[in-house]
């Protein structure tokens, strides 16, 4: 079972910036996809950014040139960097990893992000 940890949530004036980390608890077989997905009250989750199969990255109209998704693959890590955060952005942060050869999709049990001043 892939169990993933995600640290970095918390609260944060708008214009502020935050760093989400996700890594798994243990070993982990090869990773295909990895990213990031949120989901505000009341609303559907979506996606946030993330690598896809290709190595490419594809992120949220409304996130471009606020974020940045990076990863570490000697650590199998992901990271999110969220600057310039607008209370828009509150929600609750999900990671999350396919694994190559699997249909499988493993989710980080969220962290919270709150932009108000």
């Known amino acids: 079972q892939v169990q993933l940890v995600e640290s970095g949530g918390g609260l944060v004036q708008p214009g502020g910036s935050l760093r989400l980390s996700c890594a798994p608890s243990?070993?982990?077989?090869?990773?295909?996809?990895m990213g990031w997905y949120r989901q505000a009250p009341g609303k559907e989750r979506e996606l946030v950014a993330a690598f896809t199969s290709g190595f490419t990255i594809s992120y949220k109209d409304s996130v471009k040139g606020r974020f940045t998704i990076s990863r570490d693959n000697t650590k199998n890590t992901v990271y999110l960097q969220m600057n310039s955060l607008k209370p828009e952005d509150t929600a609750v942060y999900y990671c999350?990893?396919?694994?190559?050869?699997?249909?499988?999709?493993?989710w980080g049990q969220g962290t919270q992000v709150t932009v108000s001043s």
């Open positions: 999350y990893v396919d694994l190559a050869g699997s249909v499988n999709r493993y």
């Open positions: 243990g070993s982990i077989p090869r990773i295909s996809v």
